[in-house]
């Protein structure tokens, strides 16, 4: 075997790369093409009848211009589509499409920048927390009196008594 990427793999290992959705098969990028980028479904969305519309929509724009649509430069078909509804009907098939799609970095402030400027910022003046006295006096009147020193043999040797 000379280990030339581009070669087929054996069968066994064909089987294997089925189990991980995250190996790249025949140059096939896992990260592309998952089927909430098929369907152009958020993975937030939530609610049965929001998904069944955004999928009868989008099959709806593959029956009629596929060119039209295409998802990372690749023409879809209606099997794509039903394949990538069926997976996303399947608990454990959304898992991994879920895992498998990349989001949208947040916009707003980077982190590195606000780690700076805590860094920076001076530490309120708090007051000072109030001083806890004792009071000898009630504390005689709560604490119980002293135990006997006095305690009674829990046995005998044998013979004395």
Known sequence: MSGN??????????????????AWQAGRNPYRGTAFQILDLDPDLAGRAAIKAQVR???QRITRSPERFPVHGRVLGAAEVNAAEETLADPAGRLIAELLTHRPER???????????FAETDLPELPA???????????AVLVPPPAPREFAPLWTEEGAQ
């Open 129 to 139: 927390p109030p001083r806890i006295g004792i009071d000898r006096r009630v504390l």
């Open 57 to 59: 929509k989008r099959r």
């Open 5 to 22: 990427a581009n070669e087929n793999p054996p069968e066994n290992s064909r089987e294997n790369s089925r189990e991980n959705p995250w």
């Open 107 to 117: 916009t707003g402030a980077d982190p590195a920048d606000l780690a700076e400027e």
